[in-house]
């Protein structure tokens, strides 16, 4: 069984400028999510989706940060304009439903900003 | 407000020496204590849940328990492939994860 897959693996931006984040779920996964995973910290979600609507976006900065999950399958996670403190691992995870605690996880998309 | 706290942050052992590692939460309504390990450049990886106090789990070397304000995780005879950051997670909407303990094993 194929895992989530995630592009890009790296990315290096200058600040200011845009960024975005790919993510295919595990086949049949109904919840797609993004954390944010800042170096020597747990990760953060940003957003949870069930098929293509939004359950929790509460900790989205949603002057920058948007998502979408279009057909209920793929997702894209973008960062308009990125800032220094943007500099983190971005995870993506599935899961059967949404009420799963069980997280598969993507290698993640390490997004550097200078 | 969910809180997750994991100690130690960092841990090193012998090759054979056990050890555990703490996750003390404070939640509204948990539905779930989860544990999931970490390699570098990698995603999380799920590792146990735990429901209600007094459960425990295991696998090969690990063993996870549970009670009303923390969760522990136990180490036993560690090997080097043992080496990561485990992370725990409380559930009571979304899962809140603690900042991890790093552990080393050495040879």
């Known amino acids: 069984e194929a895992g989530v897959a995630q592009s890009p693996r790296y990315k290096i931006i200058e600040k200011r400028q845009s960024v975005a984040f790919w993510c295919n779920p595990i086949?049949?996964?109904?919840?797609l999510y993004w954390y944010q995973q800042i170096l020597g910290q747990g990760p953060k979600l940003l957003i949870q989706f069930q098929n293509n609507g939004v359950v929790d976006d509460s900790q989205l900065p949603k002057d920058r940060f948007s998502a979408e999950r279009l057909k209920g399958v793929d997702s894209t996670l973008k960062i308009q304009p990125a800032k220094l403190e943007d500099s983190a691992v971005y995870l993506c995870?599935?899961?059967?439903?949404?009420?799963?605690?069980?997280?598969?996880f993507g290698e993640g998309s390490r997004l550097t900003v200078l | 407000e969910d809180q997750v706290t994991q100690s130690p942050e960092a841990l090193r052992l012998q090759e054979g020496e056990s050890s555990s590692l703490n996750c003390s939460y404070t939640v509204s309504g948990l539905r779930g204590l989860f544990w999931y390990r970490q390699d570098p450049g990698k995603g999380p990886e799920f590792l146990f849940t735990?429901?209600?106090a007094g459960e425990e789990k295991e696998k090969e070397r690990l063993k996870a328990t549970l009670t009303k304000k923390e969760s522990f995780l136990h180490i036993t005879a560690p090997k080097p492939e043992d080496s990561a950051t485990y992370l725990c997670?409380?559930?009571?909407?979304?899962?809140?994860f603690g900042k991890g303990t790093s552990l080393l094993v050495t040879p």
């Open positions: 995870a599935s899961s059967l439903g949404p009420g799963s605690g069980e997280l598969f």
């Open positions: 997670a409380v559930q009571a909407y979304a899962l809140n």
């Open positions: 086949s049949g996964h109904a919840t």
């Open positions: 735990l429901y209600s």
